[in-house]
C-alpha cells in the first residue's frame, strides 16, 4: 500500500536554532514530493516540492527539503527557526509514472512548536 | 484571484440531515479532491475528480457523493449526516498539464458538527 509517515507528532525547537521536520514514504514509480504549512483555522499552504534534479530544494519563507531517493525521505528543513513558523506541517506525495493519477497521498502531520 | 473557493465555512447539522459543500475554483484546473481532516490522521481523501463529467472514490467515501457538471465547480454532498462525519473538510484542485508535477491549492476549509 502507497503511504507516507511523519514519524514526529510535534517537533519544539528554540527560535534561532535549526529544525528539521520529517517524512519518509512508500508509493511506486519516481514520486512528487510536496510539503504544505497549514496555520490555525486556514487551510493548507504550498511549501516547496521536488519534482527532479537536485535533491535540495528550496521553497518559501526560507525552507527547504532534501529528497534521498535510498532512504525514501523527503525532510524538511530551515537553518533557523522564527516563532511564526509555529503551525502545521504536511508531507505529502503523488506517485509517478502510470501510478499517477492526480492523488496526493499526506502524512498526519507533525505541529512544529518555535520557542522564543 | 480567488483561487479555491469553499463555502459555508461553518455548519451544524443534526443527525440524518442532508446539505451540500460547495467548491469553486477559477484557475480551468481540470484535477478537483475533497478531503477530510481529523486530529492525528492527516488528509484522507473522500472523492476526486479528474474533469467534468468523471468522478471517483478515494480512501474514505462512505456517505458522500459528488458530482462534476462544470470544470470549475465539485460540490460534495452528505445525504444523512452522521456524528462520525464530524470533521474539517478541504477541497483542493491542481492541474494535470504535462506529467502532474504542480502543487494543489486548498480551499479555507469548511467545519461541520454533526449532533
Known amino acids: 500500500a502507497q503511504s507516507v509517515a511523519q514519524p514526529e507528532d510535534q517537533v519544539n525547537v528554540a527560535e534561532g536554532n535549526p529544525l528539521t521536520v520529517k517524512c519518509t514514504y512508500s508509493?511506486?514509480?519516481?514520486?512528487?514530493l510536496f510539503w504544505y504549512v497549514q496555520y490555525p483555522n486556514r487551510g493548507l499552504q504550498f511549501l516547496l516540492k521536488y519534482i527532479t534534479g537536485d535533491n535540495l530544494v528550496k521553497g518559501s519563507y526560507g525552507f527547504e527539503a532534501e529528497f534521498n531517493k535510498s532512504q525514501t525521505s523527503f525532510h524538511l528543513k530551515k537553518p533557523s527557526a522564527l516563532v511564526s513558523d509555529s503551525a502545521l506541517y504536511f508531507c505529502a506525495v503523488r506517485p509517478g509514472g502510470s501510478s499517477n493519477t492526480g492523488k496526493l497521498i499526506f502524512g498526519q502531520g507533525t505541529t512544529l512548536q518555535v520557542k522564543p | 484571484n480567488a483561487g479555491v473557493t469553499q463555502t459555508p465555512k461553518f455548519q451544524v447539522l443534526k443527525t440524518g440531515q442532508s446539505m451540500t459543500l460547495q467548491c469553486a475554483q477559477d484557475m480551468n484546473h481540470e484535477y478537483m479532491s475533497w478531503y477530510r481532516q481529523d486530529p492525528g490522521m492527516g488528509l484522507r481523501l473522500i472523492h476526486y475528480s479528474v474533469g467534468a463529467g468523471i468522478t471517483d472514490q478515494g480512501e474514505v467515501p462512505n456517505g458522500y457523493n459528488v458530482s462534476r457538471s462544470t470544470t470549475e465547480d465539485f460540490p460534495l454532498r452528505l445525504l444523512s449526516a452522521a456524528p462520525s462525519q464530524t470533521s474539517v473538510y478541504f477541497c483542493?484542485?491542481?492541474?494535470?498539464?504535462?506529467?502532474?508535477?504542480?502543487?494543489?491549492?486548498f480551499g479555507q476549509g469548511t467545519r461541520l458538527t454533526v449532533v
Open positions: 508509493v511506486s514509480g519516481n514520486p512528487y
Open positions: 483542493a484542485s491542481s492541474s494535470l498539464t504535462g506529467w502532474g508535477d504542480t502543487e494543489a491549492f
